[in-house]
Every structure is written in structure tokens, then in C-alpha cells.
């Protein structure tokens, strides 16, 4: 009789009590990351909830690095959410399956990313003129603006211009501001972002499809919007193909299609299918929504922290005089600039829990059973803001990563965790911090951005897979005497 209660026993993680039909979903509110926080206070660090029907297992703290890197294959899997299905029809790598043609793909899909952007110097430099050819675009129509409107609101300007550059990248071309079909495209991320996000009701209560309500609405116009972004992606692989020659490599789409055909007669992996356009969508899809979000976030700081831009300005000064642009070279000789991208990083934490895994087998961690296909939410929030690791959490402060004599403490910065960890780690983490660097350098080396002072600043924001600002208005004017960019 022990032995049998003691199997039977064996302990899941503990977690607040949970009500009928809906479980904790109700509790989650409008920030979850807040609420999964001081649960894991109170819980500790492995903790479950009930979200629908579904049982939800939080990892916060050191148990993150456990799961997803020392147990890694145990924690790879996805969950079947429905939203994900909607996903380029289920093939996106980002949101699908674990499986061994996953794991391949994956490779390819990385080492694509890296050939057209960090790979080596080459292609460092041709990622570096995109940067700088749209920087120069934003900065005129900045300008343009506060001439016209004085104050103006930049979110939408910063998700056209981070776009374009990862089109100049992935499908060499760029796009105008005033570009519907192009607005069309980029313009929804919101909406992506808010029904991917873990804790998204229609993945815990799929039953809310079914009939008229608000959860509905927001369901079908994802469903549309997939549907149309996927089209042009689509679009755009087919007119590679089209003309597509073996002698150069033009873009990101011409390498993968390349790299792809090589293993695609590997029929019994990929089932003959193609993928190179929902591995498209997931690359530019992935980079337009971060980036344009970092970079919101990076100058609405900017101009809540007046004295924070003017201390970049003046290194950056001390470094790249006016004959110049700031170029990736300078990097290690601009340490702040580089303090400040993590902080903004860490402080904000605008991915505060990762695309939701589950587990492909029977498991445990810190001591807890956990069965196979439990849905596993990863909270990246609670490390970045855990007040052991770092003093005065809530402050924003990238001094915090500097030392005595003002060099970057690596410890700290790979303290910060925004990335994830482990097999689905992001793929695109150095091209990220290369664009944040190189953009937040060209903004301090050439303009000043101030707040409109009617409107006092917040740094409130919506919840999402990516934490979204909320609509902010500046003003942008040129630095000096400006003979390198407009
Ligand atoms: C999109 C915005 C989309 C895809 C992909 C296929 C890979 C932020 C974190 C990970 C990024 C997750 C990925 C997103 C892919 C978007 C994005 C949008 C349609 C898509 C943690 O991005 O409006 O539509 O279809």
C-alpha cells in the first residue's frame, strides 16, 4: 500500500488553487508576467496553474537553465496550441513540433541568418549599409515631421524602417513609407503578438472559437492576417525561384532556397515539402516584430532619460567625430552604448515569457514529475528582474554593466536573459544586438530626440508575446554640423 501511494504520489509542482472551466486564467490580468512572478514568490521556482483545460507548468529562476539546457531535448517540444496551427498551416519552425528533420532544418536556417548577417566581414559590412541606407530614410522623415507637426508619434515610422531593412536582407528590397501593401503586412503586429503570446485564451479555451465573442474576432482577424502575410511571403520565394541563378547569391531567400534544394531530396525528412517560405516568414516575421519593438522601447528611453542620451552622445562623440558614420568596428571602443542595448534589454524584458514549450516525454525538474505533452511556459521576466541577481531591479541603470574602469562585464550582460536558452533558443541574436548597437550609435551620433513636454512620459506598455510601448510622440533635430548624413 506505500509503495502504491507513494508512486501515485509522486508530487507535481504546487500552485495556486484553480477554478472550474477557466482555472487561473482570470487571475493572469492584463500583465501575466507580473502575476507568474509572485507566484514563483510565493511557489517557488516551479510552480503550476491551470489555464482552461490545460495544466501549465512556469519555470522562473535558475530552474530555466536546467530545463531548457541540461534537459534540453526533454523541453523542446510545442505545444498544439491553436493559434500556432494558423502559423504558415503549421510548418513555422519557430512554432512547430520537435522532430528530427526540426533539428535539421533549424541548422540551416541559422547558419542562413549568420551568412547574411555576422558571418564574417564581408557580409558584416553589406548588413551594415542596409542599416545605414534606412537609418538615413528615418532620419529625414524624422526631421520632416517635427518640421511639419513639432511633436509626432514614430512607432509606426520604426516598424516600416526595421522592416525594410530586414527586406533589403531577406528579400533585397526595399519598400516606401507610404507602401499599403507593405503597411498592410507589417502593420499588425499587435494583433500577431498579443494571440501568440502565452497565457493567449483561444490556445487554453479553444471552445471560444465557436461563437460570437470579442476572443473570436481577435482569432479570425489572426487567421487573416497569417493568411496574408504568408501570400507575400509566398510571393516573394516564387519570384526567387523564378529567377534565381546558381553564379550569385542576391538575398537571404536565394541562400535558403539554395541550401534547402540541397537536402530536399531527402524526401523521408521533409515529406516533399518546401520550406522555404514558412522559414521566410518566420525570419523576417521574427526580426521585424523584435526589432521594431526594441528600438520603440530604445527611444522612448532615450527621451524619458534625457541625461542617458546626452552621456551616449558624448561617447560616442569621443569616438566618431563628424568626418564619419559609427560603424560596427566601434563597437568595442563604445562600452556604453552597449550597456545601455542590454539594459533596455533587461530592463524592459519586452519578451517576458518565450513562445510556450511542452514536454516530448516523461520528465522532472527541481524534484517534480512532470508528464509528457505538459505545456511549459518559460518566464524570462523573473530572471531579469530578480533582485538577487541584480540590485535595484526596477531602476533603469546601464551602469549596472560596467565596471571600474567602464569596460562591458560579460558575466552580466549574458546574465540578461531576452534570447531563451537551449535547442529553440532565437536564432537571430547576434544580428539583433549588431542592428541595436548600430542604430542606437546613429541616432546618438547625429540627432537629439526630445519628449513633447504636454505629455508627460510612461513606460506602460501592452502584454504580448512582445511587450508593445504604449503610443509615445517626440521631437527629432539634427546634431551639429551634419556633413555626413542628410
Ligand atoms: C511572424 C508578425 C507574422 C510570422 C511567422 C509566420 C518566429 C518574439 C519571439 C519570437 C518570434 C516568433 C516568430 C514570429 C514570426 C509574424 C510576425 C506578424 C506572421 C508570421 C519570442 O513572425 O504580424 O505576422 O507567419
Redesign the pocket.
Known sequence: LWRWLGQRSVPGPPGPLAWPLIGNAAQLGKLPHLYLTRMAQKYGNVFQIKLGSRTVVVLNGDSIKQALVKQGTDFAGRPDFASFKY??DGD????GPFTDWWKVHRKVAQSTVRTFSTGNTTTKKTFEHHVLCEFRELLQLFVGKTKQHRFFQPMTYLVVSTANIMSAVCFGKRYTYEDEEFRQ?????D???QT?GAGSIVDVMPWLQYFPNPIKTMFDNFKK??LE??QF?RDKVIEHRKTIQSSITRDMTDALIMALDKLGDKTELTGGKDYVS?TM??????S???LSTALQWIVLILVKYPEMQLRIQQEVDKVVDRSRLPSIEDQLQLPYIMAFVYEVMRFTSF?PL??PHSTITDTSIMGYTIPKNTVIFINQWSINHDPALWSHPETFNPQRFLDQNGALNKDLTSSVLIF?LGKRR?IGEELSKLQLFLFTALIAHQCHITADPARPLKLDYNYG??LKPHAFSIAVSLRGHNMSLL
Request: proline content about 3%; hydrophobic content about 50%; charged content about 10%.
Open positions: 502559423i504558415f513555422s519552425l519557430a512554432f503586412v507589417v502593420g499588425r503586429n494583433q500577431f503578438t501568440v492576417l497569417n502575410f504568408g511571403i514558412p516568414g518566420d525570419i523576417f516575421g521574427a521585424q516584430d523584435t519578451v518565450t513562445i531563451s532565437c508575446l512582445t
